[in-house]
């Protein structure tokens, strides 16, 4: 079982954690991407915004037809949240048609969420926020009284940049938890803008500011669809098994705080809405209490994504084939019955 267990509340994992950037192909790529992503973001700061985001979601599905690897990707994620895969998470004969116009929707929305991106360093922070709706922001309004750490979960859909900046405009403490191993110019890039905000960026290996967030009482987000991992916690989504990672379950035991599903959903162009799902119990850390929390938050999610499911921009597989599905349902049962904190 020792194995099997995550060893850290990481969300996400590396392989080279903590190696400094080296000249690489990779890099020299990296670099290009964000050499161009600049000089994109400041044309579309100058451009009027429903026309760009029309036109980057029309170019957008280029990136579906020309790039096979993802196309695969894409449509086998499809394929399951529609209900039309086969044990191994393939499309079934007969959908293709339902699966590539699934696909293409998401690359589309994924258009407009880029064309919005880049918009963002050229807007101040009060249009940014005007165009998202907090009605339900109440529940955070009860947290901050409290001084109660919330952990906010998410998935890659819609536009959370938009969402931390309305929350941050309304003085809320908000802590993002990122990843720097990969287009490290373009995740400085983006630091510095939520900085701008009010909102601090912690990088992942950071523990230990990871919980005097949950000692001072205050937001701290955590995005979780980083394609399904064999040493993540088990759990069903969209009727299939996968793995979420353990950070949040794991932080929430140990911060004493509840797991807040949430969506900031896309309405119209230039109109969003943050959406929330129960908040989740995190119980005792232990394998069953993990177990636990990550299903209910997986089942939050599940329910906030099939409100608008082409807006859950994921590219990475998320579904396992058939004997890892096996392995994880076994690992599920045997996780259930281990109630006691650290049993291994």
């Known amino acids: 079982m020792s194995q099997q267990q995550p060893a850290t509340p990481s969300p996400i994992r590396r392989e080279t954690p903590g190696s400094a950037p080296r000249f690489t192909p990779r890099r020299l790529w990296e670099r290009l991407i964000y050499l161009a992503y600049l000089a994109l973001m400041r044309i579309v700061g100058f451009l ?112 959370n940049e938009l969402g931390a900046a309305a929350l941050a405009e309304r003085r809320y403490d908000v802590n993002v938890v990122g990843d720097d191993s990969a287009f490290p110019e373009m995740y400085e890039l983006l630091r510095r803008l939520r900085a701008s905000w009010g909102i601090k960026m912690i990088d992942w290996r950071a523990i230990r500011e990871v919980f005097g967030v949950m000692r001072r009482g205050e937001i701290l987000v955590l995005l979780s669809d980083w394609g399904w991992k064999p040493d993540g916690i088990p759990c069903q989504l969209f009727g299939r098994w996968t793995t979420l990672p353990s950070g949040p379950a794991v932080i929430a035991a140990r911060g004493n705080a509840p797991i807040v599903p949430f969506f900031v959903r896309r309405e119209t162009p230039g109109k969003f809405r943050i959406l929330y799902g129960t908040p989740v119990d995190a119980g005792n850390g232990s394998p069953a209490a993990q177990l636990a929390a990550t299903q209910a938050t997986a089942r939050e999610m599940e329910q906030l994504m099939r409100s608008e499911p082409t807006q859950w921009n994921c590219f990475k597989p998320l579904w396992p084939n058939a004997a890892e599905q096996r392995r994880l349902s076994e690992l599920a049962a045997q996780m259930a019955t281990q109630h006691e904190r650290g049993a291994a």
């Open 48 to 159: 009027p915004p429903r026309p760009v985001e029309a036109l980057f979601s029309t170019l957008a599905p280029l990136a579906y037809l020309l790039w096979p690897a993802k196309r695969r990707i894409a449509d086998g994620n499809a394929a399951v949240i529609l209900g039309v895969a086969d044990a191994d998470g393939r499309p079934l004969p007969g959908s293709a048609a339902a699966v590539r116009a699934r696909s293409l929707a998401v690359y589309r929305s994924y258009g407009r969420y880029t064309a919005e991106l880049l918009r963002l360093p050229s807007r101040p922070l009060a249009a940014i926020a005007a165009e998202v709706d907090l009605e339900e922001a109440k529940l955070l309004d009860e947290y901050k009284e409290r001084k109660q750490a919330a952990i906010f979960v998410g998935f890659h859909a819609g536009n």
